[in-house]
Every structure is written in C-alpha cells, then in structure tokens.
C-alpha cells in the first residue's frame, strides 16, 4: 500500500513537472517577442540589398539611436543619406531595453552584422562604378 502511494506521488510530481517545462517554455519563447525573427543577419543584409533596400538598422535609446558597427565617418555618412530602422519599439515596449542586458547584447550584434555587411555591399558596389571603362 505504502508502495503505490509513493508511485502515486513521483507520478504526480512527475506530470507536474513536465507541466511546469512547458510553460517556462512558452514563456521564454514569448518573452523573445520579435528577437525571435533575427536570426542571420548577413542573409538579410544581402536579401535587402539585392532588393534595393539600402537602409540600415539601429537600436533606439533613451535620447539617441545607436548604430553598432560603422566608424564615426561611415556613421555621418549613413545618418545623411540612408534610412535607419530600430531594431526595438520602443512605443510598443514596457521596459526599456537598457534594462536587459541579455537582449541589448543580441540587438547589438545583430546591428553590427547586419550593419557591416551592408555597409561592405555599398562600397563594393561604389568601387565597381568607379572602376567602370567610361568611353
């Protein structure tokens, strides 16, 4: 009797337990909110480029917006003639991304992939102009 009592126990301990990994899982699958659909940021650089889509992307803080990886000249330049797209809402967001550094790190290395590969496409493509035989 004892016996069944106790595989009645783990068994409910085990089922709980498997109810408990689930819902953390669905949790942390929410909580990545659209961190979820930035996965290589060099594929998406290049699919935009090709495209025709020349922009750019950054990360949107409390007074400015953050452009990982271009030098200060390369920052001037992008700032003046293409557009720049936040990676984070801030508007549709409770919490600030300062506040979680787990996420400002993804962000920030997606921005800096992304921006870099870019960046590479559109001095690629400036040189070959320049090096076109003109008659």
């Given at each position: 009797?004892?016996?069944?009592s106790t595989?009645?126990?783990?068994?409910?301990?085990?089922?709980?337990?498997?109810?408990?990994?689930?819902?953390?899982?669905?949790?942390?699958?929410?909580?990545?909110?659209?961190?979820?659909?930035?996965?290589?940021?060099?594929?998406?650089?290049?699919?935009?480029?090709?495209?025709?889509?020349?922009?750019?992307?950054?990360?949107?803080?409390?007074?400015?917006?953050?452009?990982?990886?271009?030098?200060?000249?390369?920052?001037?330049?992008?700032?003046?003639?293409?557009?720049?797209?936040?990676?984070?809402?801030?508007?549709?967001?409770?919490?600030?991304?300062?506040?979680?550094?787990?996420?400002?790190?993804?962000?920030?290395?997606?921005?800096?992939?992304?921006?870099?590969?870019?960046?590479?496409?559109?001095?690629?493509?400036?040189l070959e102009?320049?090096?076109?035989?003109?008659?």
């Open positions: 009797m004892k016996s069944q595989f009645s126990l783990l068994a409910c301990m085990a089922s709980l337990c498997l109810f408990t990994l689930s819902a953390v899982a669905d949790e942390i699958k929410d909580s990545r909110g659209d961190l979820g659909r930035i996965n290589d940021p060099v594929q998406d650089a290049k699919q935009a480029y090709h495209n025709g889509i020349k922009e750019f992307v950054g990360i949107k803080l409390d007074q400015s917006l953050l452009l990982p990886g271009l030098k200060s000249k390369q920052e001037e330049m992008v700032r003046e003639q293409y557009a720049i797209r936040a990676l984070n809402q801030r508007w549709q967001t409770y919490s600030t991304i300062e506040q979680d550094p787990r996420r400002m790190n993804q962000l920030k290395r997606y921005a800096n992939r992304y921006n870099l590969t870019m960046i590479r496409l559109i001095e690629k493509e400036q102009q320049q090096r076109q035989y003109r008659y």
